[in-house]
């Protein structure tokens, strides 16, 4: 029985990145079970054809609903922006997505109706954002910036690195000339960077951090369904991987901000 | 026939990278056809595991035999390092490798037989070039440091960017410190960064820059087997490539240093 409060939450990224979404999670939601999928063997998905991409988005989502979780979470922006629908029409489970969830995020956010996006190139291009914030308000002005060079900082661990701060400077500044009250982390990767970015921005500026947006969507939506596990107990979190590249426990660890056991290989 | 001098010359790598090895190519060695393949689909190869390279390479190997070339060229550290004796076991024709050459390079090069090697932390963990290099050497003193920036640094374009001189004074510190005369640059996308890393290197360290040294080597191999094309019209260079990512044309031609035509998508 899939609809059943005590089954996990699935979460599934092409990588590590979607680790932050679990920590979010984790954070606000301390009793739910949680399976983790990164597709670690095929990442990066961005330079992927759109067939591709909804091939590898159905193979995942049918593995974690074999292993009967309660909710789908797609904590990957490239899955989100040309495959969501793939997972909406085969799950017979509740179905969400960070690009939706940094989108209402954004509306509750901003004051003037001004706001930055910033992500990866591919997701950037996709106007995934644009589109989601659009579809809710369409009288949003929205200003994206591609930050390419965020993802490698973040695995290389330069969080707080002098080189860090130049890069986001550059990549902010056309942004922060348009004069936008909002600014969406629009990547799984950058809620890394927020303590560096809100200098970087500003105090006038308020980030939307799409895992922490995920983490009150999924709270909400549970409670709404009444699908939040009653236990208190210590969850259950298991994390499926695709392969185990170079560093992937440093990096894994660093995005989930505790250690990370519970890890299988999934040879496909 | 594929020793006809008149045939083209192969050179394959996981993505752009490559294509700087074909600039030193064509500058070097003028006269030359070259066919030029990178399989933009699948990489990096760098997580992949060694059988999945394997039959990438050899996929690629045999694409470009079929195109009848006179020598095959391995731009791609990764294929280099672990799978160069798939491609000399099922090539008719010689086969040269950017690993090999930048080894011969650094040889050359050292007076004081202390060298330092940089590259991406697959190429560097591999530990390939330190194998080449004692091969013909064995008490060379080998100092290696990973880049995992470098590459995104080069496709961002930022080759003289204030962000970059402070990523590679960082990695290069601790090599510097071991007073290596010689610095051998391990990755295809490294040769774009050469006056800044000969800046923060100093004049004292001599840089080896494996396109180069694989042009160099490709002429004199070239001369030795009486391969060299006698023709002396404009030569012809074609690209195939199985995908064509976002910014393809923009950093294919950064590496080729000109324009980037004769582009054909391999669907595989």
Chains 1, 2 share one sequence.
């Not at 067939?51 to 009967?68: D, G, N, V």
């Amino acid at each position: 029985m899939q609809n059943n409060p005590n089954n996990a939450i699935g979460v599934f990224d092409s990588g590590v990145g979607g680790l932050t979404v679990v920590r979010a999670l984790m954070e606000r939601l301390p009793f739910e079970n949680i399976i983790y999928f990164g597709d670690t063997a095929r990442v990066p998905y961005g330079v992927k054809s759109v067939e591709t991409i909804s091939h590898y988005t159905r193979e995942i989502a049918e593995f974690l609903l074999q292993k009967e979780v309660k909710l789908l979470i797609i904590a990957c922006n490239t899955m989100a922006s040309v495959a969501s629908q793939v997972v909406k029409d085969l799950s017979p489970v509740p179905v969400l997505d960070v690009i939706d969830a940094g989108a209402l995020g954004a509306i509750a956010a901003t004051t003037r109706r001004q706001v930055g996006v910033i992500g990866t190139p591919t997701t950037i291009n996709s106007n995934a954002y644009a589109r989601a914030i659009h579809q809710y308000e369409p009288d949003v002005r929205i200003f994206s910036q591609a930050c390419p060079l965020f993802v490698p900082l973040v695995e290389e661990g330069w969080l707080d690195h002098q080189v860090t701060r130049l890069t986001a400077q550059e990549y902010l500044k056309p942004v922060l000339a348009q004069d936008v009250d909002t600014l969406v982390l629009g990547c799984t990767h950058y809620p890394l960077l927020k303590p560096l970015l809100q200098e970087v921005a500003g105090p006038g500026v308020k980030l939307v951090d799409s895992a922490e947006a995920m983490a009150e969507e999924t709270a909400a939506l549970l409670g709404e369904l009444k699908l939040a596990n009653p236990q208190r107990g210590r969850p259950d979190y298991q994390f499926y991987v695709t392969d185990v590249p170079l560093r992937f426990q440093t990096i894994g660890e660093r995005f989930l901000g505790r250690t990370l056991s519970n890890v299988h290989v999934v040879k496909w």
